[in-house]
T-cell receptor, first 113, second 114 residues
Framework: GNSVTQMEGPVTLSEEAFLTINCTYT??????LFWYVQYPGEGLQLLLK?????DKGSNKGFEATYRKETTSFHLEKGSVQVSDSAVYFC????????????FGTGTRLTVIP | SQTIHQWPATLVQPVGSPLSLECTVE??????LYWYRQAAGRGLQLLFY??????ISSEVPQNLSASRPQDRQFILSSKKLLLSDSGFYLC?????????????FGSGTRLTVV
């Protein structure tokens, strides 16, 4: 079946530290992969996506590369800021059906000054 | 451009009272629509989804129901709320048949049942 396994949190980093949040997936065929961010008290926002192998999604200094050989889509940022404190969700979408977006459990990131 | 509206933003309701949360989408036609719930500090639980007017699929049997009276309107309801219905409710939409699109989420409704 289709599933996403995400790095357990919470993660606490100092400002300007390097961030990696691991995400691996199980899927048949070639899913599209997404990272969503949820700031406190808000809905989810699409942060970045990649739709085929070796694609790199990027936005707001965050990057993730679609690695088919390792079935991974790890989120990285070179220098985090306090404003990056949020919950990050990895997700995959497989096929064109209506119920086909599978989320990881989310990773809470706290950045301290 | 497409937008999604969800209201109210917060709601405090007594146990046993009814519930109605509304979600509307603008700027697109025939979207797939979704209701999710997020318990405090937890992940996302898909409650209902709809591929068209009057078509509702339920993922989790519970005290809630959903309806889609118009193409871009999705309503989450309950006749009698339970304490366990408390949570953060999120509406989302996506293009029908578009595998490369993610879902777009509303800003959420925080429901507290007291």
């Amino acid at each position: 079946g289709n599933s996403v396994t995400q790095m357990e949190g919470p993660v606490t980093l100092s400002e300007e530290a390097f961030l990696t949040i691991n995400c691996t997936y199980t899927a048949t065929g070639y899913p599209s992969l997404f990272w969503y961010v949820q700031y406190p008290g808000e809905g989810l926002q699409l942060l970045l996506k990649a739709t085929k192998a070796d694609d790199k999604g990027s936005n707001k200094g965050f990057e993730a590369t679609y690695r088919k050989e390792t079935t991974s889509f790890h989120l990285e940022k070179g220098s985090v800021q306090v404003s990056d404190s949020a919950v990050y969700f990895c997700a995959l979408r497989r096929g064109t059906g209506a119920n086909n977006l599978f989320f990881g459990t989310g990773t809470r990131l706290t950045v301290i000054p | 451009s497409q937008t999604i509206h969800q209201w109210p933003a917060t709601l405090v309701q007594p146990v046993g009272s009814p519930l109605s949360l509304e979600c509307t989408v603008e700027g697109t036609s025939n979207p797939n629509l979704y209701w999710y719930r997020q318990a405090a500090g937890r992940g996302l639980q898909l409650l209902f989804y709809s591929v068209g007017i009057g078509q509702i699929s339920s993922e989790v049997p519970q005290n809630l129901s959903a309806s889609r009276p118009q193409d871009r309107q999705f309503i989450l309801s309950s006749k009698k709320l339970l304490l366990s219905d408390s949570g953060f409710y999120l509406c989302a939409w996506t293009l029908t048949g578009a595998a490369n699109y993610g879902y777009t989420f509303g800003s959420g409704t925080r429901l507290t049942v007291v």
